[in-house]
């Protein structure tokens, strides 16, 4: 369980991280020479930017709820096996005193 709490903390640190990257830039507008604003790109650096910060934070979700669910899954696998083994030992001490 700890480690869960530690994978949902860590996401939420870089993800944190991530969107005050997206939202801490200024929103000067870069003025470019005559002959490059003809020539524009569709998508600008900022864009670029934006992008990968928004991407960075939707990772980290992602491979948080994936590596949380990993992780539920052994617990429930070790829970099952010792239940398991608890109730072998408890029919087998049951046996050994009966017969």
Known sequence: MKAIVRNVL???FIST???FGLLGRK?????APAH???AQPLITEVQKENLTCLGVALLTWVLCI???A???KRMS???EY???FNDYMRESAFNRHLY
Do not use: G, H, I, M
């Open 10 to 12: 860590l996401a939420c």
């Open 17 to 19: 991280f991530a969107l």
């Open 27 to 31: 929103k000067e507008p870069v003025l």
């Open 36 to 38: 490059y604003q003809a």
């Open 66 to 68: 994936w590596r949380c």
């Open 70 to 72: 990993v992780l539920n």
């Open 77 to 79: 696998d070790e829970r």
């Open 82 to 84: 010792q239940r398991r």
